[in-house]
Nanobody, 119 residues
Framework: QVQLVESGGGLVQAGDSLRLSCAAS????????MGWFRQAPGKEREFVAA????????YYADSVKGRFTISRDNAKNTVYLQMNSLKPEDTAVYYC????????????WGQGTQVTVSS
């Protein structure tokens, strides 16, 4: 089992950058693929980015490709989401999640961190 805690959210202006962090408990962090998701008010939760357990492969939603970068530091049990050129439509609660390679669904979720981008 793994527990996840996000941090780094805040209020920024359009065009600014933020880096989200997600700290994981436990000694098996490197066993998990990690993902970032977001949920805007009145909308369903959507996929943002994912990274495999080795860090060697990443995936992005089209809406963030070229602006966001997911990375991980397995020695620090942390996954990051670097968000550049933020837009008002990026406003949402951002969640990190973990899943084992044998699973298709993410089993573990953090509590979320709010990102608000003003125009």
């Amino acid at each position: 089992q793994v527990q996840l805690v996000e941090s780094g959210g805040g209020l920024v202006q359009a065009g600014d950058s933020l880096r989200l962090s997600c700290a994981a408990s436990g000694r098996t962090f490197s066993s998990y693929h990690m993902g970032w998701f977001r949920q805007a008010p009145g909308k369903e939760r959507e996929f943002v980015a994912a990274i495999v357990r080795s860090g060697g492969t990443t995936y992005y939603a089209d809406s963030v490709k070229g602006r966001f970068t997911i990375s991980r530091d397995n020695a620090k049990n942390t996954v990051y989401l670097q968000m550049n050129s933020l837009k008002p439509e990026d406003t949402a609660v951002y969640y990190c999640a973990a899943r084992l390679p044998s699973k298709y669904q993410y089993d573990y979720w953090g509590q979320g961190t709010q990102v608000t981008v003003s125009s």
